[in-house]
């Protein structure tokens, strides 16, 4: 089975290529630190320091396969010179007005692996990011969600 292509800002690059060199430099130290606490303490069977080191080392290593399969599979989304500054790409920042609530929204889009709402940044693959990709300033773009549609109309792209 083919990896799926995992399309990155320059800036999301950085982000998971220093998470990954953390936590194979400063984490995995610091939990084998922990496990060798723990097993000065004798029977391991009932030590909850040593559990909970091993668990941490487990979702550490799980993190670290799952970066360096992401970082296996990047491509950096590059800036377009020649692409047309009005029109949604990855990459870009976007202005959207709810037309039912008249409520101003902005949002750059990436690609899923760098997705996160709570910085307002959407995958092109969510709901709003498959309807505003590709599109140009002044058009109304409509989102299916589970309590019926959605219409925005983008205001503005930005780099």
Do not use: H, W
């Not at 799926?4 to 690059?13: A, D, I, S």
């Not at 970066?67 to 599979?73: C, F």
Request: aromatic letters at 4%; glycine letters at 6%; proline letters at 2%.
């Amino acid at each position: 089975m083919v990896d799926k292509e995992v399309l990155l800002t320059p800036e999301g690059l950085q982000k998971l290529e220093a998470e990954l060199d953390m936590l194979k430099g400063v984490k995995r130290r610091e939990v084998a630190e922990r496990i060798s606490a723990a097993l000065e303490f004798g029977d391991i069977s009932e030590n909850s320091e040593y559990d909970d080191a091993k668990n941490e080392q487990a979702f550490i290593e799980g993190r670290i396969l799952t970066l360096e399969k992401l970082l296996r599979n990047a491509r950096l989304i590059e800036d377009d010179d020649d692409s047309d500054e009005t029109v949604v790409t990855l990459g870009k920042t976007i202005t959207l007005k709810d037309l039912e609530t008249s409520d101003i929204l902005e949002y750059r889009l990436v690609g899923s692996a760098e997705a996160d709402p709570a910085e307002f940044k959407i995958s092109n693959e969510s709901p709003v990011g498959q309807a505003i990709m590709g599109k140009s300033c002044g058009t109304i773009v409509e989102v299916e969600v589970l309590d019926g549609i959605l219409q925005y109309e983008i205001l503005k792209v930005a780099r």
